[in-house]
């Protein structure tokens, strides 16, 4: 186990590997849909397209309100570490069939998760699966299967399920302007355990095709 900031030798190889199979992409587009099944949170099946450019431009062209990633599609050890990462533990685990490198992310305690166990697969170094124990008794698990497409290894489904200890309530009219659906207590009015996933399908991926900023929102 090393502590955030300081030199771990195979830390650093499996990063570089994991980054290295992205780091000739310099666009992409790429239709979603996107499937929510949460109890008391409605919000009909919709198809997305999202926009990438290098380094970091995301735009998300959604009709209406819909849940998708903020920071990309592809999840890799990098975009997972941050400022609040206090100690990093690297270890190999078989599951499912495959030896995997796993990484163990220790947060600070403000940011209310314990661990994130992080599965990457050496065989293409794509993070195959990202597990989160929170700090409230609640967990969380991500799970993408990958396509190759003009020889990069691109996702052709993320499937979030979540397990958390305080559900949405029921709501009245829940929508975009008024989430709580005229419940005044939020928080008071969430109780019990919540269960619920999320599925993305990937298709039709365009890839290095020259995406121009203008296709990127401004935001202030």
């Known amino acids: ?92 685990e078989f599951f499912n069939g495959r030896t995997y490198k796993i990484l163990q992310l220790f947060p600070k ?29 609640g967990s969380s698990q991500l799970k993408v299967s990958y396509q190759k497409i003009q020889g990069f290894w691109l996702p052709d489904t993320s499937w979030l399920e979540m397990n958390l200890p305080q559900g ?7 929508n975009i302007y008024d989430p709580s659906g005229g419940i005044e207590s939020f928080e008071k009015a969430a109780t019990g355990n919540m269960q619920g996933e999320v599925l993305l399908i990937f298709s039709d991926f365009r890839v290095n095709k020259g995406i121009k900023d203008s296709a990127f929102k401004q935001e202030d």
């Open 1 to 92: 186990m090393c502590v955030a900031g300081e030199i771990d030798p195979e830390l650093e190889s499996i990063i570089e590997r994991v980054e290295a199979t992205f780091d000739k992409i310099e666009d992409y587009s790429v239709k979603v849909q996107v499937s929510v099944d949460i109890p008391n949170f409605r919000m009909p099946n919709k198809k997305i397209k999202v926009l990438y450019k290098k380094p970091d431009k995301i735009s998300v062209l959604s009709p209406g309100f819909a849940i998708v990633p903020k920071s990309g599609i592809v999840p890799t050890p990098r975009s997972l570490m941050g400022d609040d990462i206090e100690q990093i533990s690297v270890g190999e």
């Open 109 to 137: 305690e403000e940011r209310g998760v314990r661990e994130i166990k992080v599965y990457v697969n050496p065989e293409r170094w794509t993070v195959d699966l990202v597990k989160n124990e929170l700090l409230n008794g």
């Open 168 to 174: 949405i309530p029921r709501l009245n009219r829940p």
